[in-house]
């Protein structure tokens, strides 16, 4: 059974380290900051000037001038700061982000991504996803396995706008984790319920798949 995208989340959540400065992309990478391990000191940071983001808001909590990135409303954390969007960029093309979670249209098995641009179709733009792949050495891609209409998404190459070239090392869709190792997807763990069968009619780029493959626990 695929992941839904809570599960997705919290799977990406245990890559989290303490004293991290994580950066969560737009649509499923949000998640994430619903599912940071207890006790552990992470820093959340937004693009358009936050640093110190938590948690979804409820309703008693919502405030609509506090956002992220993605425009949704969110919270802070003691210790959260807000400056210019020019200040966070400056933190994010400086290296100083720990870890990036970011969602994509497309990877393929070089470490390219392709994640802002369908042609013919209405997208929300770049946004930071250039610069945080071109100023991060770690970086997860959080998306789901296939399209809607059943099509890849890990690829031999991407076939859209490239958003970054060789920057991707991790990937972890709603059935798989993989990491890109020489030129090839490398199955590390599977989604519950998930064959590894099921993965690799799924996977066009080239894939390697190892004797043993642990299903995830949650």
Excluded: W
Aim: aromatic letters at 6%.
């Amino acid at each position: 059974m695929a992941l839904s995208r809570e599960q997705m989340a919290m799977r990406v959540a245990r890559e989290l380290q303490d004293g991290y400065y994580v950066n969560l992309g737009i649509g499923i990478p949000t998640l994430v900051a619903n599912y940071v391990p207890e006790g552990m000191d992470v820093m959340l940071q937004s693009e358009n000037g936050l640093l110190g983001m938590g948690q979804f808001p409820t309703e008693e909590e919502v405030d609509a001038d506090m956002i992220n990135a993605g425009k949704q409303t969110v919270t802070t954390v003691t210790g959260a700061s807000i400056f210019s969007s020019a200040e966070s960029f400056a933190m994010i093309r400086g290296g100083h982000v720990d870890l990036t979670v970011l969602g994509a249209f497309e990877v393929d098995i070089e470490g390219n991504i392709a994640s802002y641009m369908i042609p013919g179709k209405l997208i929300k733009g770049m946004g930071g996803a250039m610069d945080l792949v071109a100023g991060a050495d770690n970086i997860i891609v959080l998306m789901t396995h296939a399209s809607k209409h059943g099509d890849s998404k890990l690829l031999e190459k991407c076939t859209l706008p490239l958003t970054g070239a060789g920057c991707i090392k991790k990937v972890l869709t709603d059935l798989a984790y993989l990491e890109i190792e020489d030129g090839a997807f490398v199955l590390k763990e599977r989604a519950p319920g998930v064959s590894v069968e099921e993965i690799v009619e799924k996977t066009a780029g080239k894939l390697i798949v190892p004797d043993e493959v642990p299903e995830m626990v949650f």
